[in-house]
């Protein structure tokens, strides 16, 4: 999930925008000042994002 261009799968009929960096991004930069960073994702529900400082 953190790779750089990663994405999710989504169904054929639905278009994320997107090139699959900006969470790659995100995991660079908590990463450098030791910010941890986690995720809970269920499909149909969401996605939840944590950050500890």
Same mark, same amino acid.
């Given at each position: 999930?953190?790779?750089?261009?990663?994405? *999710? @799968?989504?169904?054929?009929?639905?278009?994320?925008? &997107?090139?699959?960096?900006? !969470? *790659? @991004?995100?995991?660079?930069?908590?990463?450098?000042? &030791?910010?941890?960073?986690? !995720?809970?994702?269920?499909?149909?529900?969401?996605?939840?994002?944590?950050?500890?400082?």
């Amino acid at each position: 999930m953190w790779e750089l261009f990663t994405r *999710s @799968i989504i169904r054929a009929s639905e278009y994320a925008g &997107g090139f699959g960096v900006g !969470l *790659s @991004i995100v995991k660079r930069i908590c990463d450098r000042y &030791g910010i941890s960073l986690s !995720l809970n994702s269920a499909p149909g529900e969401g996605t939840e994002f944590e950050l500890g400082f």
